[in-house]
């Protein structure tokens, strides 16, 4: 105990005294240049906690695998699951306050909505869940939960030095790419998925930090993490351009499919979040139903990515084995059936994982499925005598392009894919197959499956950058709360007495309780209020025009375009129903033009 104790004190003076070295650097070398160290210190902390994920992860893989062969036992794979399940609910229940954040989403929201902040516990809370959850063989990706711990590190570092606004949100993105560099081995994919999914407008000199960043996540897990651990691919791709309209199939089959899985999980996960039970019992409820479907499809335990090389390589008969199937290996057709059934359900898994507590992302099924359906494309027209298809090529373009589709990041998905086949063979294809998946993603699915949720709601940047803008100024922070108001037990006298004596230019009407009736305004009854006969003989009610509301919850894009639509100057702000100010056109502009200056990074 005394050793543990005594090591952790070292631990602790190392990092003071490293942290020392770094505001002394920072007070004798320029903004710039302390921001660039910084980045390679956030680089390697993303990298040593991908190296640490990826590690757990695989090794629990290889036990499972290895259980199986020895024992032969088609039910142990389906154990771990709930395993790692349940042990994610309780850490999250008894340390981290019952609750935790996940997906991409929530990087998004930190620079829409908190100006880059990240809580402390995000940069080891998940490592820990997300560690059990998929580590145990939950069905999802540990690349959301990198990303998120990558921009916890970005952010708490700039936290720590007090860097600014745009300088905390860059540092923020480079953990994020610095993370999916370390993941796959592919520095260039790391700074596109950063620019791609969470900065909406950045100048070009931001790439300089973020290629770094990215640059020295590659380079630690290069050193550091096991080929085998990653996804690679070391064959020598080559591109048939009479191959063009089957990659164009690809790319149609891959646009449908990224609307059903995104469509598909949503539901499965709201089903298995939403069972009427306790914490625990829903766990148990929703791991169980996993576990039984890795019982008949072993390769949804985990990430999967075994399965995708073994599909790659053209051995899909492998992706059979420990199943009740195993005997028809040598059946092409039900080994495509198989295939088939497994990519469909895949999207159940992953919203069974999540929805029933555990932690993860889509990052790596949306990579999995997209293997799936290449093969499945390829082999089905092998296996009608159409024509012989490169299995591995279209297995791998497949890859790119569902993930284009789901994420709406095209660029991404094309660079990820070209690293990590280790070459830029297969160029023409991805372009082709990320293309028209991201198309006709895009037209039936505005938003990204990450953010679909949220991102009508303001929480999130978007591709439209005034509706961004608007969407960081909040209603709390630009309303007024001085309006004069009156009720209809007041008389029009009393209308022209406010008028009269304050500046403003329309009346709330209200009930004893606060709730908007109506509004007044000067223009509507000026004629009324300089006649002593209309003034005498006319009622509040009758003059009332009907308000329109803003909920101070609801973002400033939605209060302005109400107040566009409308021709009007102002709109009410109401919460719980009852009123509390109001927003003017002018002073939402005001911040508006603030905000512009201030949100581009540079």
């Known amino acids: 105990m005394d050793a543990a104790k005594n090591k952790k004190y070292r631990f602790k003076k190392a990092f003071r005294y490293l942290e020392g070295i770094l505001y002394l650097l920072k007070t004798i070398i320029s903004d710039r240049q302390f921001l660039y160290i910084s980045c390679v210190l956030v680089g390697i902390s993303s990298a040593l906690a991908v190296i640490l994920l990826k590690s757990f992860a695989h090794s629990v893989f290889k036990l499972a695998t290895y259980l199986d062969t020895i024992y032969k036992l088609p039910f142990s794979n389906s154990i771990f699951p709930v395993i790692g399940i349940l042990l994610t609910v309780f850490v999250i229940k008894k340390f981290l306050e019952g609750s935790i954040e996940k997906g991409t989403s929530q990087i998004m929201i930190a620079v829409a909505k908190k100006s880059g902040y990240m809580p402390k516990k995000q940069m080891y809370a998940q490592i820990i869940t997300s560690s059990l959850t998929v580590g145990l063989g939950g069905s999802a990706g540990l690349e959301s939960p990198i990303t998120i711990t990558g921009a916890a590190f970005g952010s708490n570092f700039a936290q720590n030095f007090r860097f600014n606004y745009k300088d905390r949100t860059l540092l923020l993105a480079c953990g994020v790419a610095s993370g999916i560099a370390a993941a796959f081995n592919a520095p260039i994919a790391g700074v596109l998925f950063a620019i791609e999914v969470i900065i909406a407008d950045m100048s070009v000199t931001a790439f300089i930090p973020l290629m770094i960043s990215s640059a020295t996540g590659a ?44 469509r598909m999980f ?7 979040a939403n069972l009427p039970f306790g914490t625990y019992r829903k766990a148990l409820i929703g791991a169980s139903m996993l576990a039984i479907l890795i019982f008949l499809f072993p390769t949804l335990f985990g990430e999967g990515y075994e399965s995708i090389k073994s599909l790659a390589n053209n051995n899909a008969a492998d992706i059979l084995e420990n199943s009740l199937l195993e005997k028809f290996r040598k059946n092409p057709w039900i080994v495509l059936a198989f295939v088939g059934l497994t990519a469909f359900i895949k999207s159940i898994a992953t919203g069974l994982t999540l929805g029933s507590g555990g932690n993860g992302g889509n990052f790596a099924p949306s990579l999995f499925v997209g293997s799936y359906l290449g093969y499945m494309v390829a082999k089905f027209i092998e296996l009608i005598g159409l024509k012989k298809l490169p299995i591995e090529n279209f297995t791998v373009v497949g890859m790119a392009a569902v993930l284009s589709g789901l994420f709406h990041a095209p660029l991404t998905a094309i660079f990820l894919i070209a690293e990590i086949t280790g070459g830029y063979g297969l160029m023409v294809p991805l372009l082709i197959v990320s293309s028209i998946s991201f198309a ?47 009720t209809t037990e007041n008389s029009m006298y009393d209308v022209k007495n406010l008028f009269l004596t304050t500046s403003q230019t329309f009346i709330p009407i209200i009930n004893v309780e606060r709730n908007v009736l109506g509004v007044i305004y000067l223009n509507d009854v000026r004629s009324i209020l300089f006649n002593t006969y209309k003034l005498s003989s006319t009622f509040i009610e009758t003059e009332m025009k009907p308000a329109f509301l803003v909920s101070l919850s609801e973002n400033t894009g939605n209060a302005l375009q109400l107040i566009d639509e409308n021709n009007l100057s102002e709109i009410l702000v109401t919460q719980q129903d009852k009123l509390i100010g109001y927003v003017t056109k002018v002073k939402i502009l005001e911040v508006y033009r603030e905000n512009l200056k201030n949100l581009r990074i540079e």
């Open 266 to 272: 949503r539901k499965v996960e709201h089903f298995a």
């Open 219 to 262: 380079i630690v897990s290069a050193v550091v993490l096991k080929e085998s651990i990653i996804l690679n691919f070391k064959s020598q791709f080559t591109f048939d351009y009479s191959n063009i309209g089957y990659y164009a199939l690809v790319g149609v089959a891959a646009g449908f499919f990224s609307i059903y899985h995104a």
């Open 440 to 486: 006709i993603s895009k037209r039936y699915d505005k938003y990204s499956m990450d953010i679909f949720t949220i991102a009508d709601k303001g929480l999130v940047f978007t591709s439209d950058k005034d509706k961004n803008i608007l969407n960081k100024i909040e209603l709390h922070n630009i309303y007024s709360n001085d309006a004069e108001v009156l």
